[in-house]
C-alpha cells in the first residue's frame, strides 16, 4: 500500500511540474502531502552534512525515493553514495594536481548531498540560473520519475543572456563526476556558458528513454535560464563522445555545433548525421595517447565526416591520455572555436585508403 501511495504521489507531483517551473516555485514538488508522508516516515529536512548521514537518511526514505527515481536508479544512487564515502580516503590519479583533486572530491560530494536533501525533503530545488555548481532534479514526461542533472552557472553568465551547452557524460561516469572535476568548468569560465549535464538514467549511450529526457531537458532549461538559443551546443565526453551522433540528429538545428571529445562517431551513426546535420560545425578532440578509445578513431571520425562535406575542426593533444584533464589545452582551443563559429578544415586529417569507422563503442573506459 505504502510503494502504491507513493507512485501516486509522485505521479500527481509530475503534473504540477510544469505550472511550478513557470512560477518559479518548487521544480517537481512541494505541497503538504509530501511533507507529511516524509515526517510519518521520520525524515528530517535541514540538509547532510556528511556522506555517512545522507546515507542515513536516503535508507530512512528509501520507500518514497524509490518512487521518485525508480527503483534501479534509487539502487543505483545508494551505490554512489558508498563511492562518495570511500573518495577521500583514495590517493588522486597520476599526474592529477593535488588542489585539483581535492576540488573534485569536494564537488562531487557537494553535489550528491544536494541531490540527497532533495530527494528526502521530497522538494527539488527551484530550477533557475543559479550561480555556481548544483544538483537538480527535472521530472521525466514518459514515467515521471526525477532525473538528475548537475548544472554550472558561471559568474559571467548571470547578467547576460548565455551559451548553453548540454553535456553528455561517460561510462561509468556520473554527471557529478563529469562536472565535479573542474577542467569543463575552467572552459565555461572562458565562455559564460552554462553547463548542463543529465544523468540520463545510467543508461549506456543514452538509449531511450534517456535521450527524450535529454531533449525534454533542453527545452526545460532553455526556458528556465533565458538561455542563447542561438549558442546552444552539444557535448559529450567517452561514451557520450559517441552518444552526440547517435542522439543529436534529432535534435537538428537546435544545436548550434556539436564537439565529440575522447569518441567516435559508428558506422550505424553516419547515415543519420549526413542527413540531419549537412551544415553543422563538428568539433573533434582526442589524445594521441588515448589507450581506451584510440586515437586513430578521432582522426577517422574528423577525415569520414569532412569527406562528405560537413564542417570539421580536429584537435589531436600530443600528451593526452583518455582523461580528461590531460586534454585541456587542445579543449581550449576547440572549445574557443566553437563559440567564435570558427572551423579550421586545415587540422583535419586527410581519410586514408582502407580504413574503417568503428562498429561498436567500448564499453567501460571513462576515467578521473
Request: with cysteine; hydrophobic share 45%; glycine share 8%.
Amino acid at each position: 500500500m505504502m510503494r502504491w501511495a507513493a507512485a501516486a504521489l509522485a505521479a500527481f507531483s509530475w503534473q504540477c511540474s510544469a505550472c511550478m517551473f513557470a512560477t518559479g516555485g518548487l521544480a517537481v514538488t512541494g505541497d503538504a502531502s509530501v511533507a507529511r508522508g516524509r515526517a510519518a516516515a521520520g525524515v528530517i529536512a535541514t540538509p547532510a552534512r556528511t556522506i555517512a548521514e545522507a546515507m542515513q537518511r536516503y535508507d530512512a526514505a528509501r520507500p518514497l525515493i524509490d518512487a521518485e527515481l525508480g527503483r534501479d536508479v534509487a539502487a543505483d544512487f545508494r551505490r554512489r553514495l558508498f563511492d562518495d564515502a570511500e573518495r577521500p580516503n583514495l590517493p588522486g590519479p597520476e599526474n592529477y594536481a593535488p588542489a585539483d583533486w581535492a576540488e573534485s572530491v569536494a564537488s562531487i560530494m557537494k553535489l550528491d548531498l544536494e541531490a540527497v536533501d532533495q530527494l528526502v525533503a521530497g522538494t527539488p530545488a527551484p530550477l533557475r540560473r543559479t550561480l555556481g555548481l548544483h544538483e537538480f532534479f527535472v521530472p521525466s514526461r514518459v514515467d515521471r520519475t526525477w532525473q538528475l542533472v548537475a548544472i554550472y552557472v558561471p559568474p559571467s553568465a548571470m547578467a547576460q543572456r548565455a551559451p548553453l551547452a548540454i553535456v553528455l557524460h561517460g561510462n561509468p561516469q556520473t554527471e557529478a563526476q563529469l562536472l565535479g572535476p573542474p577542467v569543463l568548468r575552467r572552459l565555461a569560465d572562458r565562455t559564460g556558458t552554462i553547463l548542463v549535464a543529465p544523468y540520463g538514467r545510467g543508461i549506456y549511450d543514452y538509449a531511450e528513454p534517456a535521450a527524450t529526457d535529454v531533449y525534454d531537458l533542453l527545452g526545460t532549461v532553455q526556458d528556465a535560464f533565458a538561455a542563447d538559443r542561438g549558442r546552444t551546443y552539444l557535448t559529450g565526453y567517452s561514451m557520450g563522445g559517441f552518444s552526440v551522433f547517435k542522439i543529436g540528429p534529432r535534435g537538428g538545428y537546435r544545436w548550434s555545433a556539436v564537439m565529440c571529445i575522447s569518441g567516435a562517431i559508428l558506422n550505424s551513426g553516419v547515415r543519420p548525421v549526413s542527413i540531419a546535420w549537412k551544415d553543422m560545425r563538428l568539433y573533434v578532440v582526442t589524445g594521441a595517447h588515448d589507450d581506451s578509445i584510440p586515437a586513430e578513431y578521432g582522426e577517422q571520425t574528423a577525415a569520414y565526416l569532412a569527406g562528405l562535406g560537413l564542417a570539421v575542426s580536429f584537435y589531436e593533444e600530443p600528451k593526452g591520455t583518455h582523461a580528461l584533464r590531460t586534454l585541456a589545452p587542445s579543449l581550449e582551443r576547440a572549445w574557443d572555436d566553437m563559440h567564435a563559429s570558427l572551423t579550421r578544415a586545415e587540422n583535419v586529417p586527410v581519410a586514408r585508403a582502407g580504413f574503417a569507422l568503428p562498429g561498436a563503442a567500448p564499453g567501460a573506459v571513462a576515467k578521473p
